[in-house]
């Protein structure tokens, strides 16, 4: 494990050095901001954002962490005596059965038998020309973005954003938004 560097050190570095440190971490900026086709304004106002929202994200992300592994399945028991009507046991009670009911239960998966896939999550917004619009009056877009960069920050935690792939936690994401133009505009 490297050794922390010591502020003696640090100020010993001559300021050219500093100088094309610093620019080379600008153009690696730059550089970055391209591949993603963010621009320096956008990633200014992402930053800002992403400050407002960091203790949020931070117990967001911590709620998600703890989250149960979904090791259980939730399953219909049949032949209850209370519960709701199992329909297709309607006959059985006309006759005079009394176990026609159905209840959901969590049951512990079978040994051998492959555990149920990766839990999912997936977050739709309304980007309809609404939340533009009425902006100024009740700032809703400017919460859903907070809201959003939140989420985002909160999942980043357990794998970041993967396009839908799951994320090493067993965690896969989506965000996808509807608008009156469109009911699926993927995102994330």
Aim: include cysteine; charged fraction near 35%.
């Amino acid at each position: 494990m490297p050794r922390p560097v010591s502020d003696e050190a640090k100020a010993a570095v001559p300021d050219e050095i500093r100088r094309r440190a610093r620019a080379a971490a600008e153009e690696g900026l730059r550089e970055r901001l391209r591949a993603i086709g963010m621009d320096p304004k956008s990633a200014a106002e992402y930053e800002e954002m992403r400050g407002k929202v960091e203790e949020p994200a931070s117990q967001l992300r911590a709620l998600i962490r703890s989250l149960p592994s979904g090791s259980r399945e939730r399953v219909w028991k049949r032949l209850q005596g209370t519960g709701e009507l199992d329909e297709s046991r309607l006959v059985d009670g006309l006759a005079g059965d009394r176990l026609v009911f159905k209840r959901r239960a969590r049951e512990q998966p079978m040994p051998g038998v492959p555990l149920p896939g990766k839990r999912r999550i997936r977050i739709v917004v309304d980007v309809s020309g609404s939340m533009y619009r009425f902006n100024g009056e009740d700032g809703r877009l400017q919460r859903l973005l907070e809201a959003i960069c939140m989420v985002m920050e909160a999942l980043d935690g357990s794998g970041g954003p993967s396009g839908g792939r799951s994320s090493s936690s067993g965690l896969a994401w989506s965000i996808t938004g509807h608008s009156g133009d469109s009911d699926r505009i993927d995102f994330v």
